[in-house]
């Protein structure tokens, strides 16, 4: 069973256009992130979710916008996208009083802006 | 603010022997996690070890293992009987207890040669 699962893995779109990468987890965690790794391969918070509710917005332009319907699920809509939003989107997940507060990654989404 | 450096961007091990990753980092916390993760070319990240900031034992897992030194904020990454499969990007990673996203260092692309 896939533990954070993430859709679509690979994205090539135009400049301007909008697009949404989905992310859910079966884990039964209560937090959620959303990272970005750039092309040095430099990993970064962008967005972190608790029970749906944003907790973490690290100065990432309003064009990315995270939606939670509910605490499984974390999706990422990105707005006329731009040449630098090219990168590796990740998802992960964890739960904070578990026992470890270990994140779990999704596989990853490549994104290419054209 | 949080900051991990890893001051090794390119590593090479001879398959079956012993290599180590460095990782040092700065946090005014008193209570953190220290992690590394590993990013084979799948780009899938895999947790290799956690380490608890309050615990003075250092962690295990396998062939793995770490040097947690908490006075000098260091914690490097030992990898005995070095194997083709550990190529990857080594990330060591840290985060606060509670609702904290990770803060990564830049990485080691580490080889391991026939």
């Known amino acids: 069973d896939t533990a954070v699962s993430q859709t679509p893995k690979y994205l090539v779109t135009q400049m301007g256009n909008d697009k949404s990468i989905k992310c859910e987890q079966n884990?039964?965690?209560?937090?959620m992130y959303w990272y970005k790794q750039d092309s040095k391969k430099f990993l970064k918070i962008m967005f972190s979710y608790n029970n749906k509710e944003l907790i973490i917005n690290e100065t990432v332009p309003n064009r990315f916008s995270p939606k939670s319907p509910d605490k499984a699920h974390l999706n990422l809509h990105i707005n006329s996208l731009e040449l630098g939003d090219s990168a590796v989107y990740f998802c992960?997940?964890?739960?904070?009083?578990?026992?470890?507060?270990?994140?779990?990654f999704g596989p990853g989404t490549r994104l290419l802006v054209l | 603010a949080q900051t991990v450096t890893q001051s090794q961007p390119e590593m090479s091990v001879q398959e079956a022997e012993t290599v180590t990753l460095s990782c040092t980092y700065d946090t005014s916390e008193n209570n953190y996690y220290l992690f590394w993760y590993k990013q084979p070319p799948s780009r899938q990240m895999i947790l290799v070890i956690r380490q608890e900031a309050y615990k003075q034992q250092n962690a295990t897992e396998n062939r793995f293992s770490v040097n947690f030194q908490k006075a000098a904020k260091s914690f490097s990454l030992k990898i005995s009987d070095s194997q083709l499969g550990d190529t990857a990007m080594y990330f060591c990673a840290l985060r606060n207890s509670g609702n904290t996203p990770l803060v990564f260092g830049k990485g080691t692309r580490l080889s391991v040669i026939a």
């Open positions: 992960a997940s964890s739960q904070v009083t578990g026992p470890q507060e270990t994140q779990y």
């Open positions: 884990l039964g965690h209560d937090t």
